[in-house]
C-alpha cells in the first residue's frame, strides 16, 4: 500500500528547472533515503509531500490526498505528513514540552493534559525528560532536533520527512539523533530521509534514491548493492567522492 | 536612581534658559535709526501672505502689495533716494519676536496699534484706518456681527487682534483660529466657519479674488494700522511720523492708495486715510 | 514661565486635554491600520501586497500638515463635515499608521522563515501560526521603535494646532500671541508635552527591559 506517490512530476521556479520528471513510489512502513550533491533537488522534493513548496505539473498523492488538486486543504496533509528541519525550527518563544504539545492541541483539539502526559513520555524517549521547561536557546543543536523529533512525533503522523536532520550538527551531536531516528523506523513509521549520513542510509534505509541536477537516477532496493556498485556514472562519482573525504 | 537620571536634563534645561536669556539684548537695543543711516539701509518686516498690502507674486519672486510700496518709499524719505529697503517677510506670530530680537527695524504688515502692543512696541501715527468686517458666503444668512450667535464659528488668524475684538462683539460665537489668512479662507471655503474675520482691507483682497464671498455689515471697530518698532526706539518712531507726513503732503500716500485700492466696492480714500 | 502657567494655566490644561485625547485615540488607531497594512504587506495575494506598499509608500513620503489640511479643507467639501480636532487626529493616525505598518512589517520578517515553515508543518493555519508564533516573537522586536514611533505621534500631534483642533500647540501660540512672551510660553508648553512623553517614553523602557529580554 503506498503512502507517496509521483507522477511525471515537474517543478519550476520561474525558468529554473528544480524537479524533472519524478516518479518514485514509497509505501507504508518504508524507510527511503535520499542522497545526491547540493542542488540536485532533494529538498525540494521533500518540501513538495508536505505542500511546503507546489508542483508545477503532474501528480502527487500523498496519503490519498492529490497535491495538485487546488482544493486539497494543506493542513491536512500536514496533520499527518510530520517534518524535521536542518535548522530545527523550534518555536522560540516556547518552552520545550509548548514546543510538543502545541501542534496536538491546536491541530487535533486533544485535551492539554492528555497532550502534556504523552510529550513527556516522547521526551523520554528522545532523552531529554529534564529540559521540558527549557526555552529552545538553552538546547545544543543534538538536544534542539531531538526535541524537533519529538515534536513531529506528538502528531502521530504516518510519515514523517527529514530534511537533513544532522547537517547543522557538531560531529558528537550526530550519534543521538541518528539513534532516534533508528528507533522511529524500527517501530515502523514511513519516513524519508534527505541526508549525507551514508552510514544511517546503509544500516537503516529500506531503499535509496539517487538525484542529481533535479532528476532521480537510481532508485534502489538493494541499498548494500548500490553503495558497493552504483550503476550510474554520477553516483559512482558522487559515492567516490563521499567515500574517500 | 531616578535623581540620577534626571540630573543631566535638569542641567540641559538650565543651560537653555541661560543661553536664551543672554542673548538677544544688544542688537535690539541699540538705535537703529543711527544703524540705519550707517549702513544706508532699513530692514521692514512685512508680510507676503496678505492680498493688496503684501503678497508674494509667485511669477517674479517678489512681494508685492501697499505695504510693500509705503516701505520703500518711507526708506527714500529717511535715508534718501539712494536708501535701501530690506523686506523680510514675518507673520502674525513672528512679527512680534522678530522685532523684539531686532531682526527686523520695523514692521508694515497690516498692524493694528492696540494699548496692550503699545505697551511693548512703539508705533508710528496710523498710515492706514481699517476697520474688522466679516466676509461670509454670498446668501449666508449672517449680515453682521450680531448674526453671530450661540452655535455659529468665526475663523479667525492667529496673533491678531481681531480674534479678541469678535469675541467682544459676539462673545456666544465660537472662533477657530488658523495660522493665516490662506488657511483661514480655505477654511472658510470648506464650511469650517460661517464666517471669516479681520480687517476689511484683507477682506476686500478675499472677496477680490472669489466673488462668491462678500464682505457684510461694515466695520464693527476701528482698526488703525501703524508701523511698529521696539520698544525705545524713540529716534525712529520720530523718524516714520515725519516721513509719513511729508508722504501725505506730496501726493505719493494718495498715489498709492489709488493704486492698490480704486475699484474695490465700497471702498473709499476718506475712511481709510 | 510661571506667571505664563498661572494665569492662563487652564487654557493650557485644557489644550494638553486635547492633546492627549488626540494621542491616545490616534495611538490606538494607527497601531490596528498599521498592523493591518503590514499584514497586507507581506499576504501571499499580490493585490494586497500591492495596496499595502502604495498606502505606506504614499502617506509617509507625504508631510503630516499637508494630510491633515486635506481632512480639514477637502473631505468637508466634498465628502461630509469634519471639525479641525477630527481632521487633525484623523490625519495623524493615517500618518503615523505608515511608520507603524513599516516598522510591524519590519519586526514580521525579522522572525525567521524556518518558525513560520515549523508551525505549518505541524498543521497550523496562516492565522494560528502567526498568533502562536510569528507575533509574540515579533513584537519584542517591535517594542522599542514602536515606542519612538508613539513619542513622536505625541509630538506630532501639534498638527492639530494648524487645524484649529484645540490642543496644546494651538492654545500655546494663542497665549504667546496674548502675552508676547514667546519664549516663557513656549517653554511651558514644552514642558506639558514632556509631562505627556516622559511617562511614556519610561513605559517603553520599562516593556523593552522586563518583557522584550524574558
Known sequence: MSMIEFHDVEKYYGKFHALKNINLTIDRGEVVTIIGPSGSGKSTLLRTINGLERITSGQLIVND???ADKNTDMNRIRKNVGMV????????NKTVLDNITLGPTMVLKRPKAEVEDSARELLKMVGLEDQAAKYPSALSGGQKQRVAIARSLAMNPRAILFDEPTSALDPEMIGDVLDVMQTIAKQGMTMVVVTHEMGFARRVGDRIVFMADGQILEDESDVAGFFDHPKEPRAQEFISKILNH | MAKRRLRPLLLLVAFLALALAGCGKSVADRDALAHAKATNKLVWG???DTRLFGLMNIKTDQIEGFDIDMAKAITKQILGPKGKADLVQVTSDTRVP?????????VIATMTITPDRQKVLNFSQPYFNAGQALLVKKGSPIKSVKDLVKGTKVIGVQGSNSVDNVKKAAPQTQVLQLSDYAQAFTALKSGQGDALTTDNGILYGMSEQDHDYVVVGGTFTKEPYGIAMNKGQDNLTKAMNTAV???RANGTYAKLINKWFK?????????VE | MFTILAEHGSALLSGLGYTLAASLMALLGSLVIGTAFALFEISHRKWLRIIGRIYVEVVRNIP??????????IVPRYVMPMDGFTAGTIGLTIYTSAFIAETVRAGIESVAVGQMEGARSV?????QAMVQIIFPQAIKIVVPPLGNQFINLVKNSSVLAFVAGFDLMYEGKIVANATFSTFDTYLAVGLLYLVLTMPLSYLMRYLEKHWVSA
Open chain 2, 98 to 106: 522678530m522685532l523684539k530680537g531686532g531682526n527686523v527695524d520695523a
Open chain 2, 263 to 271: 475699484g474695490i466696492p465700497g471702498f473709499s480714500l476718506k475712511e
Open chain 2, 46 to 48: 512685512v508680510k507676503a
Open chain 2, 245 to 247: 507726513d511729508q508722504l
Open chain 1, 85 to 92: 528541519f536542518q535548522h530545527f525550527n523550534l518555536y522560540a
Open chain 3, 64 to 73: 503630516l500638515l499637508v494630510i491633515a489640511l486635506g481632512f480639514y479643507v
Open chain 3, 123 to 127: 498543521g497550523l493555519t496562516y492565522t
Open chain 1, 65 to 67: 490526498f492529490d497535491l
